[in-house]
């Protein structure tokens, strides 16, 4: 219907693991259309978060809104299903299939096409379009009859990205999305992500502060489960706090 992302929202968003306070009172705000980098040491709870986020984790605390509609207490399928896609730090892909076989059968999923070997042919030639598609959104168009255990890891990478949008998502979370991949190529990867349709919200994990600062407009640092600031990368650059946190003095 071409309506515009909402923005998702956490307000005092907290869980607790026994007597540890891994996420703290964290008040995160995803506009429409972000651009945004959520960084912090190791431990920080930044993995915690997007877990919160996509439902995987139940948080002790606080609340999730994606709009004007409380989410907090949807599954994870339910959240991806309204829009809420993620990718993984470890890969999850079949190594036998091909990237094309690994978007149909997404989309097919999607679709509730379960049986692809079935399917009369009028019904899978859009999903083939659609697959092709994708897969030349990500760069991976001469990839695609390739199994996927013969293409470079930063192209396996890629290709989970892929599947993410098969989900056709309003909000992509994406949890080192370069983490393994050869630093020569990670700059590739992030230039294919910030190429991603400008309706779709987005938020990363990164470690490596070149790449947040060329890809992020803004940036969440998290430090011991809370954020300590949030800003444009001019205004964490400058900020002695952030500094502080990765200088350690
Ligand atoms: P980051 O992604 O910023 O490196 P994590 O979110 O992975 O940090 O972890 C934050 C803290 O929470 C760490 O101290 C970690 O050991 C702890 N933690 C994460 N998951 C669990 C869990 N399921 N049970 C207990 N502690 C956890």
Not at 48 to 60: D, S
Not at 109 to 131: F, H, I, K
Not at 168 to 196: C, N, Q
Request: aromatic letters at 6%; a neutral charge; hydrophobic letters at 40%.
């Amino acid at each position: 219907t071409g309506s515009r992302t909402p923005s998702l929202r956490t307000r005092g968003l907290g869980v607790r693991f026994g007597a540890f306070a891994a996420v703290t009172d964290v008040d995160l705000t995803l506009e429409p259309g972000a651009r945004q980098a959520l960084i912090g040491p190791n431990g920080a709870g930044k993995t915690t978060l997007i877990n919160l986020l996509t439902g995987v984790l139940r948080p002790t605390s606080g609340s999730i809104h994606l709009g004007d509609r409380d989410i907090t207490p949807l599954s994870c399928d339910r959240r991806a299903r309204i829009g809420l896609a993620r990718t993984f730090q470890i890969n999850t892909l079949f190594p036998s299939l091909t990237p094309l076989s690994s978007i149909v059968l997404a989309i097919c999923e999607r679709d509730g096409l379960a049986s692809t070997w079935w399917c009369p042919l009028r019904r899978m030639t859009p999903v083939y379009d659609e697959a092709h598609a994708l897969l030349g959104r990500l760069k991976l168009d001469a990839l695609a009859d390739t199994p996927v255990s013969a293409l470079a890891y930063g192209k396996q990478r890629l290709l989970e990205i892929a599947l993410a949008m098969a989900a056709k998502p309003r909000i992509l979370l994406l949890d080192e999305p370069a983490a393994g991949v050869p630093e020569d190529e990670s700059g590739e990867l992030f230039e294919v992500i910030s190429e991603l349709p400008q309706d779709i919200s987005i938020l990363f994990i990164e470690h490596d502060m070149n790449l947040v600062f060329r890809f992020s407009r803004r940036i969440s640092v998290l430090v011991s489960g809370s954020v300590l600031t949030e800003g444009t990368p001019r205004d964490i650059a400058a900020n002695p706090r952030v500094r502080e946190v990765y200088l350690g003095t």
